[in-house]
T-cell receptor
């Protein structure tokens, strides 16, 4: 089945460590997105990529980095520079080409900093 | 710049009662508006979408929303709540004709038997 897969589902990190969250899609879509979700704040855009080897900062990119070396993969690294990394991270891609705003989300990765 | 405001972070209804979740938007261009639902520890699923045309939009699971330009609103309704409707609901607006969505802060719906 076509879809989007995030891993790991749960992740624990010590302060000062970098951690990478995986996002893979087999829908053959160009665009991919990373959102951060905090209670009471909705979803905020971290980074997005419209095409391979290109990506743009979203509203809260500080302390995060991404790469887009392959069409199907868009990993997110939470660096030690991110001051408050504990959150639920969601990756998304358009449900179908041309369906503006209709995003298909992964099941998320919950990061907890100890 | 576009934005959305969801009134009420928590809404509680009895099973069988009307569900009304409120969303107001701000946009300098004709908006594309969305409602998404999130069940615990899962990603978001699209409920419905408004682009142009008919102002009453029907979605999945019996939900519908009405676009009211004069009130800049896009409230979500369902005539009769079911226990399975308990979830968090997000209203969103897209930045122009793009996939970049701006989300509201969410409304958690509780359904009591």
């Amino acid at each position: 089945d076509g879809g989007i897969t995030q891993s790991p589902k749960y992740l624990f990190r010590k302060e000062g460590q970098n951690v990478t969250l995986s996002c893979e899609q087999n829908l053959n879509h160009d665009a991919m997105y990373w959102y951060r979700q905090d209670p009471g704040q909705g979803l905020r855009l971290i980074y997005y990529s419209q095409i391979v080897n290109d990506f743009q900062k979203g509203d809260i990119a500080e302390g995060y980095s991404v790469s887009r070396e392959k069409k199907e993969s868009f990993p997110l690294t939470v660096t030690s520079a991110q001051k408050n990394p504990t959150a639920f991270y969601l990756c998304a891609t358009p449900r179908t080409s041309g369906a503006t705003g209709e995003l298909f989300f992964g099941e998320g990765s919950r990061l907890t900093v100890l | 710049a576009q934005s959305v405001t969801q009134l009420g972070s928590h809404v509680s209804v009895s099973e069988g009662a009307l569900v009304l979740l409120r969303c107001n938007y701000s946009s300098s261009v004709p908006p594309y508006l969305f409602w998404y639902v999130q069940y615990p520890n899962q990603g978001l699923q699209l409920l419905l979408k408004y682009t142009t045309g008919a102002t009453l939009v029907k979605g999945i699971n019996g939900f519908e929303a009405e676009f009211k330009k004069s009130e800049t609103s896009f409230h979500l309704t369902k005539p009769s709540a079911h226990m399975s409707d308990a979830a968090e609901y997000f209203c969103a607006v897209s930045e122009g004709n793009t996939d970049k969505l701006i989300f509201g802060t969410g409304t958690r719906l509780q359904v009591f038997p």
